[in-house]
């Protein structure tokens, strides 16, 4: 009997890749399997969602407000009607298992599916769970976690699932490539900006008055400045761009990076092995630094606060680092340790488990 799987983590890419990842992994151990994505028509599940080759159901989201307003005193009537059009995708899937990833649509999974008694999995991606996981955690058959100290009781910590373009990705045979794609250097020292699909203002600001001195001192930059700013600066071995379409590449063509600190972009920089200088969110409730301390603790990478970065900061731990070709290659190797890029499989595995079908490695060793 083939197995129905629902995924619930649509609103936004930090919820999404990791869902789409697993329904990946969840389609090579059992390739029979029926997967469903849950989405809103809000953030990038119309888009991200079809083009993997996944049926994206549509339900209202359930935005939690974070103080009393307007939005409170609506949220018991959304959550009702959410729940209902949720109830009526899983009886019309046949849902065998429910896994959520927190964000818009969990909350209404969760209370749907654990309504019909149809079995849950939930993944926390971040290093403080959200109010949905919470919730989704009470009535779990199985609670995965990306780090410790989720503060879901008894979670498993497994990392976070990433594509296999990234867990798969070997930086060393594709840095010739990555390199003449995006028009750089193939011997110099590269340093790899991003700051999101829509940049950040304190990474281009700090890079900006960064690369003279790293230029002249031999170092590319790559820099991903988001497509609504434009770069400030100028200089033989700078190159800008809007947006990164391979990321695959960039991390292959990158020697360091500078970056926030959210969970995804911890995740992927760890597992592919690159050194980086995480600047956390100064906003929110620190759980970006969360997210970035066990890859530092490693010996993975540095943590800088928003408001101490400045381009003298850049300049100093990039020189540093890249001056130094032992301690550039063993960061990187700390960081590859801390990864985890079999959470994909370790997470569909337990899904596919909760439901009661996955056949024991099914005559592989």
């Given at each position: ?40 028509e ?41 729940v ?20 818009y ?16 999995v ?82 281009n ?10 230029t ?41 990076a ?7 972009t ?47 900061v ?37 899904v596919?488990?909760v ?11």
């Amino acid at each position: 009997m083939t197995v129905s799987v629902v995924v619930a983590g649509g609103g936004s890419a930090g919820h999404v890749e990791p869902a789409l990842a697993t329904a990946d992994a969840v389609r090579r151990l059992e390739p029979d399997a029926r997967v469903t994505a849950l989405g809103t028509e809000r953030g990038l599940d119309t888009r991200l969602i079809p083009a993997r080759g996944y049926p994206l159901e549509l339900i209202p989201p359930v935005p939690l407000p974070r103080k009393p307003n307007a939005d409170l005193a609506r949220l018991p009537y959304r959550v009702v009607r959410s729940v209902h059009r949720t109830r009526r995708v899983l009886r019309d899937v046949g849902a065998d298992v429910v896994v959520g990833f927190g964000g818009y649509v969990a909350l209404p999974a969760y209370l749907a599916a654990a309504s019909l008694r149809l079995p849950i999995v939930v993944h926390e991606a971040n290093a403080r769970a959200g109010v949905a996981n919470k919730v989704g955690a009470r009535f779990a058959r199985d609670v995965l976690a990306a780090v410790p100290g989720s503060g879901l009781a008894g979670a498993r910590v497994v990392g976070i699932p990433l594509r296999t373009a990234i867990t798969e990705l070997d930086r060393a045979g594709l840095r010739a490539q990555a390199r003449e794609h995006f028009g750089l250097d193939p011997e110099a020292p590269v340093l790899l900006v991003f700051g999101g699909s829509q940049g950040a203002r304190s990474l281009n600001e700090a890079v900006s008055a960064a690369v003279p001195a790293l230029t002249a001192a031999g170092v590319w930059v790559l820099h991903a400045h988001g497509p609504k700013n434009e770069p400030t600066v100028s200089a033989p071995g700078y190159v800008p761009v809007p947006y990164l379409e391979r990321m695959d590449l960039a991390y292959a063509a990158a020697d360091v990076a500078l970056c926030r600190a959210g969970a995804m972009t911890v995740a992927e920089v760890s597992t592919v092995g690159l050194p980086a200088i995480y600047v956390p969110l100064p906003h929110g409730n620190g759980e970006q630094a969360l997210n970035a301390r066990p890859v530092v603790d490693a010996g993975g990478g540095e943590l800088v606060a928003d408001a101490e970065l400045t381009g003298d900061v850049v300049t100093s731990l990039v020189t540093d680092l890249v001056a130094d070709p032992r301690r550039l290659a063993a960061t990187a190797a700390a960081a590859r340790r801390s990864g985890h890029a079999g959470a994909d499989e370790t997470l569909a595995r337990v899904v596919l488990e909760v439901a009661g079908t996955l056949v024991s490695e099914r005559g592989r060793t």
